[in-house]
């Protein structure tokens, strides 16, 4: 069964490191702040200018002036800290954001990443991600295997206007945990009843398969 966005999120979460600093990107991975394993210290950065980003906040409690860079609601933790969008972009720039999690139209085997604009389509702008794909020491990607008509977003070569090149490292799908290996996707685990067959047949690049390919866990 293949997983929903907020599965694609907690997977991703299990990613996260103590002491991280992690910058989430629109869609997929915002849910992710709302899964930090218990345990570990993780500081959530937002481009638009804040240190120290908490969960989604309940309905009816939610701050308007609190907002992320995609214009949700959010909520802080003790210590947060608020600072201009230069300071934020400096932060990133510098490498201080250990990981970075960005939904994706497409990836290519190659690990370049296509996330921001459709040819024709009216768009907002490529925001923080060319800064972030250019400065993170770890890119996630979190997005569905396929597009609406069905067809692979994980190419051998993107066909959309390109927002990083070699920079993803591993991406998290509603099939499959794949990493960028040596210019082909590697499976990892697949979603629960989701056949290594199925995947095969829904990602247009190379992929590697070796062994028994374990199923997802939470």
């Not at 972009?89 to 085997?109: C, H, P, W, Y």
């Not at 959309?160 to 794949?178: N, Q, R, S």
Request: hydrophobic fraction near 40%.
């Amino acid at each position: 069964m293949a997983l929903d966005k907020t599965q694609i999120a907690q997977r991703i979460a299990k990613e996260l490191q103590d002491g991280y600093y992690v910058n989430l990107g629109i869609g997929i991975p915002t849910l992710v702040a709302n899964y930090i394993p218990a345990g570990i210290n993780v500081v959530l950065q937002s481009e638009n200018g804040l240190l120290g980003m908490g969960p989604f906040p309940f309905e009816g409690e939610e701050d308007p002036d609190l907002i992320n860079a995609g214009k949700q609601t959010i909520t802080t933790v003790p210590g947060s800290v608020f600072f201009d969008s230069a300071m934020s972009f400096g932060m990133i720039r510098s490498g201080k954001v250990d990981l970075t999690v960005l939904g994706a139209m497409e990836v290519n085997q190659d690990g370049d990443i296509a996330s921001w604009k459709i040819p024709g389509k009216m768009v907002k702008g490529m925001g923080g991600a060319m800064d972030l794909v250019a400065s993170a020491k770890n890119i996630i990607v979190a997005m569905m295997h396929t597009n609406r008509e069905g067809e692979s977003k994980l190419l051998k070569k993107c066909t959309l206007p390109l927002t990083g090149v070699k920079c993803i490292k591993k991406i998290v799908t509603d099939l499959a945990v794949l990493e960028v290996n040596n210019g082909k996707f590697k499976l990892l685990e697949r979603a629960p009843g989701v056949s290594v067959e199925e995947i095969k047949s829904k990602t247009e690049g190379d992929l590697i398969v070796e062994g028994d390919i374990p199923e997802i866990t939470f």
